[in-house]
């Protein structure tokens, strides 16, 4: 059973900062690509950062400059460093991992509210 489970989210203030951590129950972690996405209210869910099994990065153009998103593979853990928030970063985000050949996990989902 594969479990992504997502930590971190919170209320933060305008221009400030959170850290939300991923950790994968995942045999093989180093394999998957993994990602953070998000769902704000009453919208789709969208991609905010990928990191590929190599460290490749890519970001959405609204969050490029003030998100950062990297993989630990030793703890199966990927992280998305979030500053400079801004209230439409207001969003559950979650956890993706894919798998070379097609699979896809989503974790559970964690609440991120910007707002003073």
């Known amino acids: 059973q594969v479990q992504l489970v997502e930590s971190g989210g919170g209320l933060v203030q305008p221009g400030g900062s959170l850290r939300l951590s991923c950790a994968a129950s995942l045999s093989v972690f180093n394999i998957y690509a993994m990602g953070w996405y998000r769902q704000p209210p009453g919208k789709e869910r969208e991609l905010v950062a990928r990191v590929s099994t190599g460290g490749s990065t890519n970001y959405a153009d609204s969050v490029k400059g003030r998100f950062t998103i990297s993989r630990d593979n030793a703890k199966k853990t990927v992280y998305l460093q979030m500053n400079s928030l801004r209230p439409e970063d207001t969003a559950v985000y979650f956890c993706?991992?894919?798998?070379?050949?097609?699979?896809?996990?989503w974790g559970q989902g964690t609440q991120v509210t910007v707002s003073s």
């Open positions: 993706n991992a894919a798998h070379p050949l097609g699979s896809r996990y």
